[in-house]
């Protein structure tokens, strides 16, 4: 909901979403999701290889660490709401939000 917002191309992000891969993406994104995707299904299979062939996408370090950053933290977070039982808001929330308050966050 918010990338489509921010992009203003909710058809590209449900692209994205459904088969990355095969999305209209530049090949660097691409191989920024491969990355992720192995560093959130399978982080012990993160090697020096893993990261060598990111980097010779183009990726830099700060790029990598940053991905994996925003990774770490949202399986934080959903390990976090599932053990305590914290409900998700309404469907309709996030549209209603970023209809109200635009990409500034959560503050008024």
């Known amino acids: 909901m918010v990338a489509a917002h921010l992009l203003g191309d909710r058809e590209l992000v449900d692209a ?17 999701l491969r990355y992720l995707a192995v560093v959130n299904d399978h982080p012990a299979r993160v090697t020096q290889a893993r990261v060598d062939e990111a980097r010779a996408a183009g990726l830099s370090d700060e790029e990598l660490y940053d991905g994996a950053t925003v990774c770490a933290i949202f399986n934080f977070f959903n390990r976090w709401i599932d053990a305590t039982g914290v409900p998700d808001v309404p469907g309709h929330f996030y549209a209603q939000h ?11």
Request: charged share 30%; glycine share 8%.
């Open 98 to 108: 970023l209809e109200t308050h635009g990409d500034t966050g959560y503050a008024p």
């Open 16 to 32: 994205v979403c459904e088969d990355f891969e095969s999305a209209a993406i530049p090949e660097k994104m691409k191989a920024l």
